[in-house]
């Protein structure tokens, strides 16, 4: 049987297991009009789904947010992931799942009451980060943040990020730190931001203008718990300048050492000292989770 991602694989899509290639959604559908719906991606160690408690809060506090129901109970959800990653054989993998707020033939920016809303989850296979990024990092420049004012949720309205990604490739970077008009640093277009100074991680404060990222929770819990200080403050663009070290932190990436920042070295130009010291701890972790310690 070929396994190879996209030709085969299995999605769930509103109460079915079926092949990706025959899943379709109505044109109709507020998602695909509208951009009306929430998402998560939730990364999946040895077939175990990681931090999912905490992920399938996030996604509650999305739905709620934006007054779609939550169409599914826990157990429900917890089902259906875990019945997606035994159909597919890869050791570690990451679910997307996204819930639209559901068909609505008229079209219409008020929505009708009483839609059904639209579940849909796929999985594929989680591959480690390239060896020559944990060796040599990445290279980010800053950018305005564009983004809307509620980007504590998870939308699926994701076109101020493609088009931020597209601003930062077209200066032949690998991603974008992004400033908020107060002039503080959100975050990555898909990630989190940290810097680290004088021994210090340091990281935005949460609220509307970035998302509580999971793996940002993890990190805090793995600084707290090794004593590594970590404090959540305000970091403006010339603290970003001046930092030790950056980081970038999402669920498929861990943590990513950024060692070149508009153009210049980040500190001494590599990884530093304080990431190693959390991926080593982060991968401990992650060991720990997948032998049931933790
Ligand atoms: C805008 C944004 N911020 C932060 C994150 C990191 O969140 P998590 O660690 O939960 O993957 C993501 C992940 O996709 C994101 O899209």
Partial sequence: MNHSPHT????????????????????????FLFGDGVYEVIPVYNGQLFSFQEH???????LNAVSIQNPLSDTQWLDILNNLIQKHPWKDQYIYLQVTRGIQMQRDHLPADNLTPTVYAYTNPLKPVPEHIIKHGIRVITLEDIRWLKCDIKAITLLPNVM?????????ADDAILISREGYITEGTASNAFIVKNGTIITPPNG??????????????????????????DITE??????????????????LPVTTLNGHAVGTGKPGAIWHKIKTFYQEHKQAFIEGKS
Avoid: C
Wanted: glycine letters at 4%; hydrophobic letters at 40%.
């Fill in 8 to 31: 085969k694989q299995t999605v769930y899509l509103n109460g079915e297991f079926i092949p990706m290639a025959d899943s379709k959604i109505s044109t109709q559908d507020r998602g």
């Fill in 164 to 172: 931020m990604k597209l601003a930062a490739k077209a200066q032949q």
């Fill in 238 to 255: 010339q603290d970003l300048a001046q930092a030790d070290e950056i980081w970038l932190s999402s669920s498929t990436k861990e943590a």
């Fill in 56 to 62: 399938l809060q996030r996604l509650k506090n999305s």
């Fill in 208 to 233: 509307q203008k970035l998302l509580p990222g999971i793996t940002r929770l993890v990190i805090e819990r793995i600084a707290n718990s090794h004593k590594i200080p970590l404090i959540e403050q």
